[in-house]
């Protein structure tokens, strides 16, 4: 089972701050990770799928970057919408298909 | 647009049973493989079960594998999952979700607001 650890567990920042959130594999998972977004009593949302590429309707400010073991999801410019948690998951080696244990950005 | 509605969540006692449904609109059902993602309270989210849109192949995580079946009616756009010998591990917000594949592509494009099961005595 591939296991995804997300760093760092709580990211405390303001209105306007650049967020970088790392997530990292066991092993490799080529391109074949996505990141969600979850807020406070709402079902996770697809954010970016292939590692790189924006679903449908996400702002230009998220961006998804990464190969192999080591991915990084940034948020340009974080806008109060945008404070929430954020989880990884791969599809490379299934099943399982496998989360990380999610990052919370937080206003600072 | 895509909606997904679950339903049949509630409180049961450990070793009980339970059957969950996912009432879907807004695509052709039968063209996308499905998934169930559960969440704990508090906790992260785990990946449960799919079954593909193609050949209604299923697949199970190890801690439910063989308590749990997964099933579709594609003439009904609804998916279920059979759910024995509950433990108290089981309790958790229970998603729906939708991949974008017919094939699984474990990627989970559209979620349901989720029905919550209780596994308590």
């Known amino acids: 089972e591939i296991v995804l650890k997300q760093s760092p567990a709580t990211l405390s920042l303001s209105p306007g701050e650049r967020a970088t959130l790392s997530c990292r594999a066991s092993q490799s998972v080529s391109s074949y990770l996505a990141w969600y977004q979850q807020k406070p009593g709402q079902a996770p949302r697809l954010l970016i799928y292939a590692a790189t590429n924006r679903a449908t309707g996400v702002p230009a400010r998220f961006s998804g970057s990464g190969f192999g073991t080591d991915f990084t999801l940034t948020i340009s410019s974080l806008e109060p919408e945008d404070f929430a948690v954020y989880y990884c998951q791969q599809r490379s080696s299934w099943p399982p298909f496998t989360f990380g244990g999610g990052t919370k950005v937080e206003i600072k | 647009e895509v909606q997904l509605l679950e339903s049949g969540g509630g409180l049961v006692q450990p070793g009980g049973s339970l059957r969950l449904s996912c009432a879907a609109s807004g695509f052709t059902f039968g063209d996308y493989a499905m998934s169930w993602v559960r969440q704990a309270p508090g906790k992260g989210l785990e990946w449960v079960s799919t079954i593909t849109g193609s050949d209604g192949s299923s697949y199970y995580a190890d801690s439910v594998k063989g308590r749990f079946t997964i099933s579709r009616d594609n003439s009904k756009s609804t998916l279920f999952l059979q759910m024995i010998r509950l433990t108290v591990d089981d309790t958790a917000l229970y998603y729906c979700?939708?991949?974008?594949?017919?094939?699984?592509?474990?990627?989970?494009?559209?979620w349901g607001q989720g029905t919550l099961v209780t596994v308590s005595s």
């Open positions: 979700a939708k991949d974008p594949r017919r094939t699984a592509a474990g990627t989970f494009d559209y």
